[in-house]
Nanobody, 122 residues
Framework: QLVESGGGSVQPGGSLRLSCAAS????????IGWFRQAPGKEREAIACISRNDGETYFINSMKGRFTISRDNAQNTVALQVYSLEPEDTDVYYCAAYGGWACTGTPGQYDVWGPGTQVTVSS
């Protein structure tokens, strides 16, 4: 089971640190992805972190404002978001994939968290 936290309301230009925590399993054995989704839109990939070497992958449009990292001791994966814009207002999800390579395809992920709302407005 995955649970996201750290969402909330922030002004444009602000930053947030979202966290993905697991219970009943260890995240270090999974590729972990972060996604976001607005109402009526498809779920959009942001980034993924590999289980093997911690290699990180970002959707091109997300590079520069997002970082993703693991803390295996805490069994968490964090997504740091900088320079938030109103267009970043979405529900943010983390997901775990048992395959052997990061992917940006939501349908390939095995387990999802319920999501955390991020609202960017002045």
């Amino acid at each position: 089971q995955l649970v996201e936290s750290g969402g909330g309301s922030v002004q444009p230009g602000g930053s947030l640190r979202l966290s993905c925590a697991a219970s009943g399993s260890s995240l270090e054995y999974y590729e972990i992805g972060w996604f976001r989704q607005a109402p009526g839109k498809e779920r959009e990939a942001i980034a993924c972190i590999s289980r093997n070497d911690g290699e990180t992958y970002f959707i091109n449009s997300m590079k520069g404002r997002f970082t993703i990292s693991r803390d295996n001791a805490q069994n968490t994966v964090a997504l740091q978001v900088y320079s938030l814009e109103p267009e970043d207002t979405d529900v943010y999800y983390c997901a775990a994939y048992g395959g052997w390579a990061c992917t940006g395809t939501p349908g390939q992920y095995d387990v999802w968290g319920p999501g955390t709302q991020v609202t960017v407005s002045s």
